[in-house]
């Protein structure tokens, strides 16, 4: 039986990037669909559930992307209401790759550090892929100082991940005055910089005061870095003894987890690939 | 050489339910195309018919599907205008599955009682399904009380199958006052339930009552039942001494249709699978 | 490694031949959108180059397609300049079928004439097809007149041809006057007629009576055709002493070209099939 994967891409054309990943992985046949949003996405999924017998539903599965995160959030949303009980299809959701972005980034992270000693400033982090970071970070154990242009998108931003983990570790804090840039650095051991791309958010002699740094990560794939003097192709390179990584040198381990999640989706017909268990299998990889 | 499907949905996004049928019916390639009208298949159309050798055409064939039934005949009117001589494609039509759950509800029927002696009551039987039933049950000799809101839609939709069939078998009725409800209802052994999702046509009592009635489909899957009492899930079941089907009873039999008709089509390059067709191969399975 | 073809296609719905082409060539995958512009095409070909490994790339390629053949080039344009350094696809461009269909039709002639001896004159020569037999006749040593309805649009045509190829060989003509287009058909060995569907060109009696004429090639698919008296399947069929071929007849050798060309693509990551590049590949077929 071919593995079938429906592609809901919230962009008009659905992305060449997922669909290549998809047929890499194993994928046999993608049926992939531009322009989806919650209203249209129902009857897709019901054509996934009611075509195959509940014990082949395995392979069939969803995966949701785009380069909008929230409005993949809300088809995912809208996905999982529309199955019920066992007549469900495992589904994955990576918006602009966000979750498995987010993942790799930790798991780089903990290649040098035990997750549980982690204080992480992460700039920018009211993005999608800065807020999943935190997320992730929060539930193992981190601490977090959640950087942002005001401190009331800070602390909107932790609000917002109540909802999903325990946010009694992370910090909301503003990074626009040069005194809130100071304390939200100050004493941190890991700095992520999740900022829009091709903006620099902290200048190398910044960073090189830091003297508590040890892991620095730049999710910035478009010059100027978000960490000056950090290099897209950086993979765990000594820079001032701190341990550096860019977009690219990130950009393996992401890979590696979306294909893993992908295959994952047809190992049964109840995933839900969130970020929590996109990290989960970023983690089992290493 | 691969087996290729042209799907042609009237729906903006063509029907995942279609194609995950054609996939597990033996196509090898699905271009699966939204937005079609009469007006813009003939190019696709074309495209089909000039990229192999004669002797090779029959391993492309077409699929006319989506949600509006009368959207799909006009497409395939259109896509038989556009062959010429042997140069065509094999084609079958099942709009919101119209054909192949008309099919499957007259072989249900058949498993009980000699088509010949088939005295039906369709309720709802102006709508796509309905009709088609009629007109594969007056193939086959049975009688039809053709049931609709008012005489005059009974009588435009009986109208409208003499073009395909001889309707000499069958009444139109008016189902809405009591009187003309319990006429069409009288005397007759079967009962189809063929109307719009959600809404109940006949009350338990009601064909508790009928004498004669031997066997009764329900084809509405979304509650409330149109035939109260009927679960969604009966398959030749016993109540009140009447044989039951429901939607999903006699989606089974659809399916395997379905299923056989696709792979019908690669065959030959000239086979047009339209009501009649869809029935006899529902026939051969049985 | 699948190999997969990203089709671009500048109409709405992206065209079944090419599909069909493409899937008989042999590509694994096809990644087909239709409704593509310079502006949306560059995310779709960031995808295909950022997914695999450098030496993976020559497994994923590009088609470019569509009945608008300046959309086509246009997109051809946006594509090369995405690329960056070895991080590229091969791409192919025949929108319209243009380029496949000129290289046919000057092998055709290169069957019975050295091209270097050819004295060809192509009405409807400013046509997607013509233009693209005159560059492909120029670079052979040939000699063409390029005729049009007015001298301005030949000699624009000739400026547009002269940044691809030397075209001191090549003379623009209007064809409007009886005097002009004695004047351009006088002395020819060759005559194509490269004009609209459905529109003739040139009367038997005319090109009867041009007694150097040795080949006459007609692409009109579409009665009546370009050149009268010359049939859509004729395939090197003798006719008042002149070997003549129809639309259908070079069709043939255009599908070979086209099939052979998709299969290039697969060869490495560094292709660009154009005019030149594709008929080069007409050649070697021969």
Redesign the interface.
Known sequence: ??R?L?QLDSD??P???????A??AGAD?????G?IAPQ?AE??????M???KPSDLKN?AVFIGGSNVAAGEAILTKVLKTFFGPVRLSVMMDSNGSNTTAAATVVAISRHLPLAEVDAVILGGTGPVGLRAAQILASQGAKIRLGSRTLDKAAAACEHLSKLVDTSCITPCETTSPAGFDAACQGANVLIAAGAAGVQLIAAAQWQAMSSLKVAVDLNAVPPAGIEGVDMLDKAKERSGVTCYGAIGVGGTK?KIHTAAIQQLFESNDKVLDTAAIFAIGQSIG
């Open positions: 039986m071919k079938i429906i008009s054309l992305s060449t990037f997922d669909r290549v990943v047929v890499d046949e993608l049926f992939s669909y322009g249209n009857p897709l999924i019901h054509g996934g009611f075509t195959r069939t890979m």
